[in-house]
């Protein structure tokens, strides 16, 4: 398996990208969020890769972080999501605001990205979560400690706090607090912000 590729970048067509790699280019579908952050044509670059083998294709997916490489890999095990719309997924949002998105199970989040419908995005939040957080270590999802951590998330949105403030009051949290102490807890250490 291919997992990683420097070269120089030759052409950029979204969402495509082609690396000269010792004199073989290689042709790379890329997310959107790859894309932007591309070096000028004829630039060395950097991509993590995974290669997927069908029966009439060999696709090459290219990624500028190990950590958009977890989530697209965890998105195409999930049945019926193929590599173009864990692509489209994420082009659509960072991997920080998908894992927030699975964190708080926001459906909405997801159905903004074209292509997903609702059907679609609640199959995914029920099949990433969990798993987005063990792919990911240095996302903000690695900081939800237990299965109460969604419904402490939504009760200090209810309660007026931004989604910043309360996943920093989370994270603070103790493994395995009730939902009520959690609450009571997080807003404590709000309190002395």
Known sequence: MIGRLSGRL?????????????????????PMSTFYNLPATGESVTLHTHLLVREDAHTLYGFATLDERAAFRQLIRI???????????????????????????????????????????????LELKGK????????????????????ILHALIGLGYSEKEALGAV??????????????????????V
Do not use: F, N
């Open 79 to 125: 049945s019926g999501i193929g590599a173009r719309t864990a692509l489209a997924v994420l082009s659509g949002l960072s991997v920080t605001e998908l894992a927030h998105a699975v964190t708080l199970q926001e459906t909405a989040r997801l159905t903004k990205v074209p292509g997903i419908g609702t059907k679609t995005a609640e199959r995914l939040l």
């Open 132 to 151: 987005l957080a063990e792919s990911l270590p240095g996302s903000a999802a690695a900081a939800a400690p237990d299965s109460a951590t969604p419904d």
């Open 10 to 30: 030759v052409a950029r067509h979204p969402p495509q990208v082609l690396v000269d790699v010792g004199g073989v280019a290689y042709e790379l579908d890329v």
């Open 171 to 192: 994270k603070a949290l103790s493994h395995g607090v009730t939902v009520a102490e959690g609450i009571r807890q997080a807003l404590k250490a709000l309190g002395k």
